[in-house]
């Protein structure tokens, strides 16, 4: 099975995080951030991934640390319960709607860390979180997890529905690029690695 736990401290945040690529999409999810939680949880439920998710930080500052090393954490538990890709579909995509809202994701397992995010520049808060953590918390996953991914807001209005699709799309898309193509046996990739 690929897992992964990854704990991980700073004088801002705690955060203990844990994976199965190959899950159901269980989770467990205590972050202090209610709308963070509710990412998180579907996250898990759409990419299939199991997630068990302790945090805290210092909320009493912003969520901005919490969220983006959430992010961070995640990244790194997918680049370690990856481990050397062999097998792996490598990439994946996706287009989901969300009543007004429409998002694309597209991912590649690449190995490089490069991140491509839209999010028609809209600001403003879902109850007390800002929606422009969405991007850092997509930021973060994708840098720590050395990984290439454009995900986009095509069209929307509604921030809440934006953000839940933002988040769909990438955990489809994740779902399937981190899926494993039986007929392949080596790292997709005509260098032989990732």
Excluded: W
């Excluded at 099975?1 to 190959?22: C, H, V, Y």
């Excluded at 068990?52 to 090393?69: L, N």
């Excluded at 481990?83 to 995509?93: A, W």
């Amino acid at each position: 099975m690929r897992k992964a736990t990854i704990k991980r401290e700073t004088k801002e945040t705690q955060i203990e995080l844990s994976i199965n690529l190959d899950g159901t999409g269980k989770h467990n999810i205590d972050t202090p951030i209610g709308f963070l939680s509710h990412m998180l949880e579907s996250f898990s439920y759409h990419s299939m991934i199991d997630l068990e998710v302790v945090a805290s930080g210092d909320i009493h500052v912003s969520h901005h640390h919490t969220v983006e090393d959430v992010g961070i954490v995640l990244g790194m538990a997918v680049k370690e319960a990856l481990g050397d890709k062999k097998g792996i579909k490598r990439f994946g995509y996706s287009i989901i709607p969300m009543d007004e809202a429409l998002c694309m994701c597209s991912i590649d397992l690449s190995g490089r860390p490069l991140i491509f995010y839209d999010d028609m520049g809209l600001r403003g808060k879902i109850t007390e979180f800002d929606f422009e953590l969405m991007g850092e918390f997509f930021k973060g996953f994708t840098l720590s997890a050395g990984i290439t991914m454009h995900l986009k807001a095509l069209s929307g209005h509604n921030l809440h529905h934006i953000a839940e699709c933002l988040t769909k799309s990438f955990a489809i898309a994740l779902k399937e690029a981190v899926s494993l193509d039986p007929r392949r046996t080596e790292a997709p990739s005509t260098k032989g690695v990732l």
